[in-house]
């Protein structure tokens, strides 16, 4: 919801804090996709192939030579492995499974030796999980950040999340403990959940932290500097610092897998309506988003949009049949009508950006570098890397123009050119 104060012409947003009761259940479907993340190789000699069964819950690793990996979120055989060209033209492999009507589940996790196995599955868990983290030697975590509210609006995934899974909550909050080797754990949650989560903080002894509900005070870099304390250097990350982010639903599903022994392979989302009504669904993980439409009623017409994620910071999708991922939080659709403009009309420096920036960035200077592709002069001379990525700016651009995807490229292209560098030196 915007507020607009009389006396001001800056919007102020608020978190949806109407939490549904309910999650509808989607149907498993006929096909579900998985993208692994790594570049399609048809040269390579795969570890499965076209006609093979796969279990319920079974850690695919496609190429012997990789340690990337997907989790079969359905029994049934593999139908097709095929390139995948996702945002910024990054490059996947897409492996196609056809379901059958029953589960036959892997038992990995059903073992002595389960909780550890967990540990090499983390990476296609429900709500995400940064494993990477985790597995770097040169970093060390010292506090789990468990986000109990969502970094865009309309969405109450997490919050969902919180109310209704608090047993996995805490379980998970023990295994996550182990996991990692985490000495401090704290979740970040609005006030209206402060009373259902003192049974999460309680039982598991971690700390309730409260975010204003006023957006974006629950992005990683705002929760540091309201929450926590700390102001994280442009050129840094709050990784960097020794804290991690987590998703409260991949904290719940972690301590799913160990109460059920199985590999939780379904994801809860918020499905923002045409009308901004919402929906919390279940889906298999790798449901195409035709599905999740199809049972909740909402019809699509020619020139309405798709968004995953919220109407902030989504991206737009281009095709039906593109599936839930394991940090899809929501599904958003827009009628055409209701689609914003925009232009590529030259900034008419009204300022609006910058009044509004949490940041302080100078927005109306760095845009003209950023439209120009002068990416490294646009965050030596103009501050690009202090964005926190709300998408603010974009909102309210008297000229309409995209200014947070400008910065999305941006900041994609210049961690390429870093990474270039930093493999010459080594």
Request: with cysteine; proline share 6%; charged share 25%.
């Amino acid at each position: 919801m915007m507020k607009k104060s009389f006396f001001a012409s800056k919007p102020r947003f608020e978190y949806d804090t109407l939490l549904p009761t309910q999650s509808e259940s989607i149907p498993v479907p006929e096909k579900v996709t998985l993208f692994l993340n790594r570049p399609f190789d048809g040269n390579a000699q795969f570890s499965l192939k076209n006609g093979d069964r796969v279990k319920t819950g079974q850690k695919i690793t496609l190429y012997p030579d990789s340690d990337q990996y997907v989790i079969s979120s359905v029994t049934g055989k593999i139908s097709a492995i095929t390139p995948y060209t996702g945002d910024f033209g990054q490059n996947c492999t897409a492996i196609s499974i056809a379901a059958e009507s029953e589960d036959e589940f892997d038992e990995t996790l059903a073992g002595e030796e389960g909780a550890d196995a967990l540990k090499e599955m983390l990476g296609y868990i429900p709500g995400g999980f940064p494993t990477e983290l985790f597995s770097d030697p040169e970093r060390h975590m010292d506090t789990v950040v468990i986000c109990g509210v969502e970094k865009d609006l309309l969405v109450t995934t997490n919050q969902y999340t919180m109310k209704a899974n608090v047993s996995a909550m805490n379980t998970g909050i023990s295994v996550l403990k182990k996991i990692t080797g985490v000495h401090k754990v704290v979740i970040a949650l609005p006030q209206s959940l402060i009373k259902d989560a003192g049974a999460v903080g309680g039982a598991s002894g971690v700390e309730l932290r409260v975010i204003d509900t006023v957006y974006p005070s629950s992005l990683p870099r705002m929760i540091m500097k309201d929450v926590m304390g700390q102001l994280v250097p442009a050129d840094k990350t709050p990784e960097d610092l020794g804290i991690c982010f987590i998703s409260a639903q991949a904290v719940a599903a972690i301590g799913q897998a160990v109460e059920n022994k199985r590999m939780p392979v379904t994801k809860t989302l918020t499905l923002i309506k045409k009308d901004c009504s919402k929906v919390m669904v279940e889906a298999r993980i790798g449901t195409p988003v035709s599905a999740i439409f199809k049972a909740a009623g909402v019809s699509l017409f020619d020139r309405d949009r798709i968004i995953v994620g919220g109407p902030m910071t989504g991206a737009a999708i281009f095709s039906l049949d593109h599936p839930v991922c394991p940090d899809t939080d929501a599904i958003m659709v827009q009628a055409s009508a209701d689609i914003p403009l925009v232009s590529d009309t030259p900034c008419i420096n009204c300022g609006e950006c910058i009044r509004i920036c949490p940041a302080n960035v100078p927005v109306n200077m760095l845009v003209r570098f950023l439209e120009a592709r002068r990416y490294e002069e646009g965050a030596e001379l103009y501050d690009l890397d202090s964005c926190v990525e709300c998408g603010l700016c974009s909102f309210v651009c008297v000229s309409k123009m995209p200014i947070f995807q400008y910065i999305r490229l941006a900041k994609y292209e210049l961690a390429k050119v870093r990474a270039e560098e930093e493999a010459a030196n080594v």
